[in-house]
């Protein structure tokens, strides 16, 4: 099958304590789709400006993505920069140039209507909602949000809300949406708003799904050498519905194993500066980690012969 | 099999945003031996004062601990309140009264002395290593210390590090100790320096155990409540070391299970103060928690049938 994916397509200059890149692919669509080719084919709606190095992105579309949805505007392109802290779990926006992106206004071609697994990456509230109302019959939505909407644009969240399958966003702005530190309530309060599933990525610590019934918790891959973040959450989506949209009608087993998909292919982000890490891996490399976390969370139990040497 | 737990026994006053208990039971003695008793015997050393309510500690007798290492001294017991903030992610101390803990000289009975499985809690690594020193031939011994130790004993705890063979620590813990804010080198730094298998205990974000060639990670239990966090760390070493106590011999399979039984009686010392959700548990109740961790975090996989659309 095909995922849809609606989002920011940028360039990116990063500081790192070890080292940095200069206007480098970056963007949600990028970091998405970089992922998602590694198990589906996709179809990327997004806008760049004059100065766009358009023929980097020939990689993505030999990986079999679909960049007829991606308008060349006149003007700039969306323009990001920022540097980490030491440990990695700091970081400081430097410059923030929208350029061509300002005027964004998601047009989805008539080819990729039919789209039943669609990801709306992080813009405005308001333009997640009028992709929506351009694909016909989705079966899966999944949209992340940030800060900047949940406080600027909060009505209109909650409107998109009642039309989304999965919510999928950081551990802090769940919090922040439901007005709740404590997470399983907080993701409760977000169900009810429309999402039947909440995934909460936690960056080092993994990522959870919670449902109404069942929830399920995916590790952080264990690295001892990161090299840039920026990407990783929108990598683990790429991964998450790149999984989920080979299986058609998604079961909840399917689900678990998105999970740890999403969280190989955002621990492959993390691993080289923009999308340079998923220009080296194939296919058998994802399958190779998703087995390494098999590995490091898995375990036997008989459950009627162990323990009660007191009761 | 039996344990050997060293460590305090204390009175802890706890505030939390949305209660406060005074004086109760507490240290990591205490806590641990609460959640080891649920599955294995117990021996346990500490000092208390002249003011300490002994009866209440028929609890832990009755489920098999043998307190005959309990020596209750001139003056008062080890006293600590604190306060947790909004979150429960910041704890504030208010007062530490140390009592007759400031001249604690572990003594181990002639009858603990072949114990096979130590758990040094949380005191002067000096007075860990004077431990080991008493006992004849562990097979297991856990250590556990924290920042106050590192900064101001790291030479005694390097010392110590040589004999233990399993360090249960914080990831700020980890940091600290091993200079290294990356947790995958830190562990390997620590493992350097003598033990075989690190755990990392990371709260609401479950624990991690590093060894030379594996790892495995345990999600947290997910609570939509919490009442007091205090002693769950110890709490998670009592539920560990209780299980492989049953093992004899524990195997890597056996070390697995141990980390998802620390995490269940973590999980279940934090739903009340002191130890009181420990008197109303059974064995039964921790098993069931065990089956929950397993449908958190089972995935199935073939691992030859599955994406590769593109490659």
């Known amino acids: 099958?095909?995922?849809?994916?609606?989002?920011?397509?940028?360039?990116?200059?990063?500081?790192?304590?070890?080292?940095?890149?200069?206007?480098?692919?970056g963007g949600s669509a990028v970091f998405f789709s970089g992922a998602a080719t590694l198990l589906s084919n996709v179809q990327v709606v997004g806008v760049v400006g004059q100065d766009y190095p358009m023929a980097e992105l020939d990689f993505l579309r030999e990986r079999?993505?679909?960049l007829s949805g991606v308008e060349q505007a006149d003007g700039s392109s969306f323009f990001w920069a920022g540097r980490y802290g030491d440990?990695?779990?700091?970081?400081?926006?430097?410059?923030?140039?929208?350029g061509v992106f300002a005027d964004f206004k998601p047009r989805i071609p008539e080819q990729f209507r039919d789209a039943k697994f669609v990801f709306l990456g992080n813009i405005a509230p308001e333009l997640q909602s009028d992709v929506l109302q351009q694909v016909r019959a989705p079966s899966v939505v999944v949209c992340d949000t940030?800060?900047?909407?949940?406080?600027?644009?909060?009505e209109a969240l909650l409107h998109l809300l009642e039309r989304v399958d999965i919510?999928?966003?950081?551990d802090s702005e769940a919090k922040l949406l439901a007005g709740d530190p404590n997470l399983v309530r907080a993701s409760r309060?977000?169900?009810?708003?429309?999402?039947?599933?909440?995934?909460?990525?936690?960056?080092?610590?993994?990522?959870?799904?919670f449902a109404e019934d069942w929830s399920f918790f995916a590790p952080g891959y264990p690295l001892d050498a990161i090299v840039d973040p920026t990407g990783a959450g929108d990598a683990f989506a790429g991964g998450f519905l790149g999984y989920l949209a080979e299986t058609i009608?998604?079961?909840?087993?399917?689900?678990r194993r998105a999970m740890i998909y999403g969280s190989v292919t955002g621990s492959f982000a993390v691993e080289s500066f923009s999308i340079d890490r998923f220009k080296e891996i194939t296919t058998d490399d994802v399958l190779e980690r998703v087995a390494e976390f098999k590995e490091m969370t898995a375990f036997e139990h008989e459950f009627d012969t162990v323990g009660s040497t007191n009761d």
């Not at 039947?196 to 990522?207: D, F, L, P």
Request: cysteine-free; proline content about 4%.
């Open 167 to 170: 919510l999928m966003v950081n």
């Open 64 to 66: 079999g993505a679909d």
């Open 87 to 98: 440990d990695f779990n700091t970081r400081e926006t430097l410059d923030t140039r929208l």
């Open 1 to 25: 099958m095909t995922v849809l994916v609606v989002g920011s397509i940028a360039l990116d200059s990063v500081e790192t304590p070890h080292a940095r890149a200069e206007r480098v692919l």
């Open 146 to 154: 940030m800060n900047y909407w949940i406080e600027g644009s909060g």
């Open 249 to 255: 009608n998604p079961t909840r087993a399917d689900y």
């Open 189 to 209: 309060w977000i169900r009810e708003q429309g999402p039947s599933i909440v995934v909460i990525k936690k960056g080092e610590h993994g990522a959870a799904l």
